[in-house]
Protein backbone atom coordinates (compact mmCIF):
# COMPACT_ATOMS: atom_id res chain seq x y z
CA UNK A 1 0.00 0.00 0.00
CA UNK A 2 2.59 2.74 0.59
CA UNK A 3 3.85 1.59 -2.43
CA UNK A 4 1.05 2.43 -4.46
CA UNK A 5 0.90 5.71 -2.10
CA UNK A 6 4.45 6.56 -2.88
CA UNK A 7 3.62 6.38 -6.64
CA UNK A 8 0.75 8.44 -6.65
CA UNK A 9 2.61 11.11 -5.19
CA UNK A 10 5.45 10.67 -7.63
CA UNK A 11 2.98 11.18 -10.44
CA UNK A 12 0.99 14.23 -8.83
CA UNK A 13 4.36 16.33 -8.07
CA UNK A 14 5.71 15.31 -11.98
CA UNK A 15 2.73 17.09 -13.35
CA UNK A 16 2.69 19.68 -10.59
CA UNK A 17 6.41 20.78 -11.68
CA UNK A 18 5.27 20.00 -15.44
CA UNK A 19 2.57 22.29 -15.42
CA UNK A 20 4.42 25.26 -13.39
CA UNK A 21 7.41 24.92 -15.87
CA UNK A 22 4.86 24.72 -18.89
CA UNK A 23 3.20 28.59 -17.11
CA UNK A 24 6.70 30.24 -16.58
CA UNK A 25 7.84 29.07 -20.12
CA UNK A 26 4.55 30.43 -21.63
CA UNK A 27 4.95 33.67 -19.50
CA UNK A 28 8.66 34.54 -20.82
CA UNK A 29 7.09 34.34 -24.37
CA UNK A 30 4.76 36.58 -25.15
CA UNK A 31 4.31 39.28 -27.44
CA UNK A 32 4.94 42.99 -25.55
CA UNK A 33 5.21 46.31 -26.05
CA UNK A 34 8.18 47.79 -27.65
CA UNK A 35 8.74 44.19 -29.71
CA UNK A 36 9.62 44.64 -33.34
CA UNK A 37 8.98 41.21 -35.68
CA UNK A 38 6.40 39.81 -37.94
CA UNK A 39 2.43 38.46 -37.27
CA UNK A 40 1.35 35.52 -39.29
CA UNK A 41 -1.76 34.18 -39.67
CA UNK A 42 -2.32 30.43 -40.33
CA UNK A 43 -4.83 27.70 -40.51
CA UNK A 44 -5.53 25.71 -37.59
CA UNK A 45 -1.69 24.41 -37.29
CA UNK A 46 0.27 26.98 -35.27
CA UNK A 47 3.05 24.49 -35.07
CA UNK A 48 3.12 23.31 -38.35
CA UNK A 49 3.05 27.18 -39.17
CA UNK A 50 5.83 28.10 -36.83
CA UNK A 51 8.15 25.08 -38.39
CA UNK A 52 7.19 27.06 -42.13
CA UNK A 53 7.61 30.36 -41.05
CA UNK A 54 10.88 29.52 -39.55
CA UNK A 55 12.17 28.15 -42.81
CA UNK A 56 10.82 30.63 -45.28
CA UNK A 57 12.41 33.56 -43.01
CA UNK A 58 15.53 31.99 -42.54
CA UNK A 59 15.93 31.10 -46.13
CA UNK A 60 15.03 35.27 -47.33
CA UNK A 61 17.36 36.30 -44.39
CA UNK A 62 20.02 34.68 -45.48
CA UNK A 63 19.87 36.13 -48.86
CA UNK A 64 19.01 39.61 -47.69
CA UNK A 65 20.87 40.23 -44.73
CA UNK A 66 23.50 37.23 -44.80
CA UNK A 67 23.72 34.37 -42.60
CA UNK A 68 23.24 34.30 -38.71
CA UNK A 69 26.01 34.29 -36.67
CA UNK A 70 25.15 32.30 -34.30
CA UNK A 71 25.27 29.03 -35.03
CA UNK A 72 24.32 25.44 -33.91
CA UNK A 73 26.90 23.81 -32.35
CA UNK A 74 25.51 20.53 -33.93
CA UNK A 75 25.03 21.77 -37.61
CA UNK A 76 22.35 22.79 -39.90
CA UNK A 77 19.44 20.84 -39.75
CA UNK A 78 18.69 20.65 -43.10
CA UNK A 79 19.51 17.67 -44.07
CA UNK A 80 16.66 16.51 -41.98
CA UNK A 81 13.77 18.03 -44.09
CA UNK A 82 13.28 14.77 -45.49
CA UNK A 83 11.87 13.52 -42.75
CA UNK A 84 8.02 13.41 -42.02
CA UNK A 85 5.97 16.84 -42.05
CA UNK A 86 5.52 16.60 -37.44
CA UNK A 87 8.91 15.42 -37.17
CA UNK A 88 10.08 19.07 -39.26
CA UNK A 89 7.98 20.74 -36.52
CA UNK A 90 9.70 19.00 -33.79
CA UNK A 91 13.04 19.69 -34.98
CA UNK A 92 12.37 23.04 -35.66
CA UNK A 93 11.55 23.98 -32.34
CA UNK A 94 13.92 21.91 -30.55
CA UNK A 95 16.67 23.68 -32.63
CA UNK A 96 15.30 26.98 -31.08
CA UNK A 97 15.09 25.99 -27.61
CA UNK A 98 18.61 24.17 -27.66
CA UNK A 99 19.75 27.84 -29.46
CA UNK A 100 18.43 29.68 -27.39
CA UNK A 101 19.32 27.70 -24.31
CA UNK A 102 23.29 27.57 -25.37
CA UNK A 103 23.64 31.01 -26.37
CA UNK A 104 23.21 31.63 -22.45
CA UNK A 105 21.13 33.94 -22.44
CA UNK A 106 23.37 35.97 -23.52
CA UNK A 107 22.50 36.43 -27.49
CA UNK A 108 19.38 35.78 -28.70
CA UNK A 109 18.15 34.43 -32.22
CA UNK A 110 17.31 36.21 -35.17
CA UNK A 111 13.58 34.57 -35.21
CA UNK A 112 11.91 33.81 -32.22
CA UNK A 113 8.45 32.53 -32.11
CA UNK A 114 6.17 33.80 -29.35
CA UNK A 115 2.50 33.42 -27.84
CA UNK A 116 0.79 36.42 -30.23
CA UNK A 117 -2.86 36.09 -27.37
CA UNK A 118 -4.65 35.24 -30.28
CA UNK A 119 -5.88 31.85 -32.02
CA UNK A 120 -4.22 30.89 -35.54
CA UNK A 121 -1.49 33.63 -34.97
CA UNK A 122 1.81 33.96 -34.47
CA UNK A 123 4.48 36.67 -33.33
CA UNK A 124 8.13 35.74 -34.97
CA UNK A 125 9.80 38.30 -32.87
CA UNK A 126 13.13 39.94 -35.02
CA UNK A 127 16.27 41.20 -33.86
CA UNK A 128 18.53 43.03 -35.79
CA UNK A 129 16.65 43.41 -38.58
CA UNK A 130 14.20 45.56 -40.66
CA UNK A 131 11.27 43.13 -40.52
CA UNK A 132 9.03 45.32 -42.80
CA UNK A 133 12.12 45.01 -45.39
CA UNK A 134 11.87 41.70 -44.80
CA UNK A 135 8.26 40.66 -45.53
CA UNK A 136 8.34 42.74 -48.47
CA UNK A 137 11.06 40.64 -49.98
CA UNK A 138 9.54 37.80 -50.09
CA UNK A 139 6.52 39.08 -51.23
CA UNK A 140 7.66 40.19 -54.20
CA UNK A 141 9.54 37.22 -54.62
CA UNK A 142 6.64 34.82 -54.58
CA UNK A 143 4.35 37.38 -56.54
CA UNK A 144 7.41 37.04 -59.33
CA UNK A 145 7.93 33.08 -58.98
CA UNK A 146 4.64 31.96 -58.78
CA UNK A 147 6.39 29.06 -56.08
CA UNK A 148 4.31 27.99 -53.76
CA UNK A 149 6.35 27.71 -50.23
CA UNK A 150 4.11 27.27 -47.92
CA UNK A 151 1.07 25.42 -47.08
CA UNK A 152 -0.56 26.67 -43.81
CA UNK A 153 0.78 30.04 -43.85
CA UNK A 154 -1.74 32.47 -45.34
CA UNK A 155 -1.05 36.32 -44.23
CA UNK A 156 2.54 37.68 -42.79
CA UNK A 157 2.34 41.77 -41.64
CA UNK A 158 5.26 43.46 -40.24
CA UNK A 159 5.23 44.75 -37.08
CA UNK A 160 7.48 47.70 -36.95
CA UNK A 161 6.03 49.41 -34.06
CA UNK A 162 4.23 48.68 -31.09
CA UNK A 163 2.48 49.95 -28.13
CA UNK A 164 -0.51 49.40 -25.81
CA UNK A 165 -3.39 49.05 -27.29
CA UNK A 166 -5.45 52.04 -25.51
CA UNK A 167 -6.63 55.16 -27.66
CA UNK A 168 -4.72 57.69 -26.59
CA UNK A 169 -1.58 55.45 -26.30
CA UNK A 170 -1.79 54.57 -29.89
CA UNK A 171 -2.65 58.28 -30.90
CA UNK A 172 0.23 59.37 -29.90
CA UNK A 173 2.50 56.52 -30.54
CA UNK A 174 0.89 57.11 -33.91
CA UNK A 175 2.05 60.84 -34.27
CA UNK A 176 5.74 60.24 -34.46
CA UNK A 177 5.41 57.20 -36.05
CA UNK A 178 3.62 57.73 -39.03
CA UNK A 179 5.96 60.85 -39.51
CA UNK A 180 8.46 59.48 -41.81
CA UNK A 181 6.10 58.86 -44.70
CA UNK A 182 3.16 61.57 -44.06
CA UNK A 183 4.67 64.59 -42.68
CA UNK A 184 5.01 67.67 -44.54
CA UNK A 185 7.33 67.59 -46.91
CA UNK A 186 6.38 63.89 -47.23
CA UNK A 187 2.70 62.89 -48.57
CA UNK A 188 0.99 60.00 -50.17
CA UNK A 189 -2.12 57.85 -50.89
CA UNK A 190 -2.87 55.86 -48.10
CA UNK A 191 -5.46 53.37 -46.85
CA UNK A 192 -5.88 51.83 -43.43
CA UNK A 193 -5.81 47.97 -42.56
CA UNK A 194 -7.58 47.78 -39.20
CA UNK A 195 -8.24 44.58 -37.13
CA UNK A 196 -8.69 43.91 -33.34
CA UNK A 197 -8.46 40.45 -31.88
CA UNK A 198 -9.03 39.92 -27.91
CA UNK A 199 -9.86 43.18 -27.40
CA UNK A 200 -13.33 45.05 -26.61
CA UNK A 201 -12.23 48.80 -25.30
CA UNK A 202 -11.41 50.13 -28.52
CA UNK A 203 -14.36 50.84 -31.08
CA UNK A 204 -13.16 50.02 -34.48
CA UNK A 205 -14.83 53.25 -36.35
CA UNK A 206 -13.42 55.32 -33.87
CA UNK A 207 -10.00 54.14 -33.76
CA UNK A 208 -9.77 54.39 -37.74
CA UNK A 209 -11.81 58.31 -37.89
CA UNK A 210 -8.79 59.15 -34.96
CA UNK A 211 -5.94 57.70 -37.53
CA UNK A 212 -7.03 59.21 -40.47
CA UNK A 213 -7.70 62.47 -38.74
CA UNK A 214 -4.19 62.40 -37.80
CA UNK A 215 -2.77 61.82 -41.16
CA UNK A 216 -4.22 64.47 -42.48
CA UNK A 217 -2.99 66.90 -39.84
CA UNK A 218 0.44 65.59 -40.58
CA UNK A 219 -0.11 66.87 -44.05
CA UNK A 220 -3.10 67.98 -46.16
CA UNK A 221 -1.87 66.62 -49.00
CA UNK A 222 -2.24 62.96 -48.14
CA UNK A 223 -5.55 61.34 -49.35
CA UNK A 224 -7.31 58.07 -48.84
CA UNK A 225 -6.96 55.34 -51.68
CA UNK A 226 -8.57 52.37 -51.09
CA UNK A 227 -8.37 51.26 -54.77
CA UNK A 228 -3.80 51.61 -55.07
CA UNK A 229 -2.83 53.20 -52.36
CA UNK A 230 0.97 53.93 -52.20
CA UNK A 231 1.00 52.95 -48.61
CA UNK A 232 -1.50 51.23 -46.27
CA UNK A 233 -1.06 51.78 -42.46
CA UNK A 234 -1.86 47.92 -40.58
CA UNK A 235 -2.52 48.51 -37.31
CA UNK A 236 -3.60 44.64 -35.31
CA UNK A 237 -4.81 44.86 -31.76
CA UNK A 238 -4.24 41.64 -30.01
CA UNK A 239 -5.29 42.10 -26.17
CA UNK A 240 -3.66 44.66 -24.32
CA UNK A 241 -0.78 45.40 -27.76
CA UNK A 242 -1.07 47.48 -30.41
CA UNK A 243 1.07 46.42 -33.45
CA UNK A 244 1.66 48.58 -36.46
CA UNK A 245 3.58 49.04 -39.84
CA UNK A 246 3.60 51.19 -42.95
CA UNK A 247 3.36 48.76 -46.08
CA UNK A 248 4.13 49.07 -49.74
CA UNK A 249 2.70 46.85 -52.32
CA UNK A 250 -0.09 46.26 -49.70
CA UNK A 251 -3.24 45.53 -52.93
CA UNK A 252 -0.85 43.95 -55.25
CA UNK A 253 0.47 41.69 -53.16
CA UNK A 254 -3.08 40.57 -52.22
CA UNK A 255 -2.90 42.24 -48.13
CA UNK A 256 0.27 39.89 -48.11
CA UNK A 257 -1.17 36.58 -48.63
CA UNK A 258 1.29 34.03 -49.59
CA UNK A 259 -1.08 31.65 -50.94
CA UNK A 260 -3.14 34.27 -53.01
CA UNK A 261 0.48 36.25 -54.60
CA UNK A 262 1.53 32.98 -56.44
CA UNK A 263 -1.79 32.66 -58.08
CA UNK A 264 -1.79 33.61 -61.45
CA UNK A 265 -4.11 36.69 -62.10
CA UNK A 266 -7.53 35.63 -62.83
CA UNK A 267 -8.79 36.34 -66.30
CA UNK A 268 -11.47 38.68 -66.58
CA UNK A 269 -15.11 37.11 -66.34
CA UNK A 270 -16.87 36.78 -69.84
CA UNK A 271 -19.74 38.99 -70.03
CA UNK A 272 -21.65 36.21 -72.70
CA UNK A 273 -20.39 33.66 -70.65
CA UNK A 274 -22.15 34.98 -67.23
CA UNK A 275 -25.25 35.29 -69.31
CA UNK A 276 -25.85 31.97 -70.05
CA UNK A 277 -24.49 30.90 -66.73
CA UNK A 278 -25.55 33.11 -63.85
CA UNK A 279 -22.98 30.85 -61.47
CA UNK A 280 -20.39 30.99 -63.19
CA UNK A 281 -18.60 33.61 -60.87
CA UNK A 282 -19.41 31.69 -57.48
CA UNK A 283 -17.80 28.33 -59.28
CA UNK A 284 -15.09 30.14 -60.03
CA UNK A 285 -15.03 31.44 -56.81
CA UNK A 286 -15.23 27.97 -55.44
CA UNK A 287 -12.46 26.67 -57.35
CA UNK A 288 -9.46 29.60 -56.31
CA UNK A 289 -8.44 28.67 -52.69
CA UNK A 290 -9.51 26.54 -49.46
CA UNK A 291 -12.34 27.79 -46.81
CA UNK A 292 -9.90 29.40 -44.61
CA UNK A 293 -8.11 31.84 -47.40
CA UNK A 294 -12.12 32.50 -48.42
CA UNK A 295 -12.99 33.38 -44.42
CA UNK A 296 -9.50 35.29 -44.19
CA UNK A 297 -10.17 37.19 -47.55
CA UNK A 298 -14.10 38.17 -46.76
CA UNK A 299 -13.30 39.27 -42.94
CA UNK A 300 -10.84 41.51 -44.00
CA UNK A 301 -13.44 42.70 -47.20
CA UNK A 302 -15.65 43.48 -44.42
CA UNK A 303 -13.27 45.39 -42.36
CA UNK A 304 -12.22 47.64 -45.42
CA UNK A 305 -15.74 48.60 -46.52
CA UNK A 306 -16.13 49.86 -42.78
CA UNK A 307 -12.36 51.42 -43.19
CA UNK A 308 -14.01 52.88 -46.61
CA UNK A 309 -16.61 54.79 -45.58
CA UNK A 310 -15.13 56.32 -42.73
CA UNK A 311 -11.90 57.52 -44.29
CA UNK A 312 -14.18 58.78 -47.32
CA UNK A 313 -16.43 60.71 -44.80
CA UNK A 314 -12.84 62.22 -42.77
CA UNK A 315 -11.30 62.91 -46.15
CA UNK A 316 -14.31 65.09 -47.40
CA UNK A 317 -14.47 67.20 -44.47
CA UNK A 318 -10.77 68.18 -44.86
CA UNK A 319 -11.80 68.94 -47.99
CA UNK A 320 -14.33 71.14 -46.71
CA UNK A 321 -12.17 72.92 -44.49
CA UNK A 322 -9.76 73.79 -47.56
Given at each position: MSAVQNE???RSKKRYVSGQQGKRWKGSRELEVGMLGILITCNMNERKCTAEAFNLLNEYA???????KLQD???????????GEEEDVDVALKKEVA?????????????????????NVIFIRTQNLEPDKLVHHILSDLHTTKKKKSRVILRMLPVTGTCKAFQEDMLKYLTTFLEPWFKTPNSATYQIAFKARNSSHNKREEIIKSIAGLVGKLNPKNKVDLTNPE??????????????????????YRKY????????????????KMKTNPNAAEQEDEHNGGEAEKEEEKKVA?????????????????????
Open positions: SRKDKLFGPESKGSSSSEEEEQLQSSGGKRERRFQALDSGANLTIIVEVIKAVCCVSVAKDYTLNVQEVVKEDAPKPDAAEDEKTEAQIEEKVDKGEDDGE
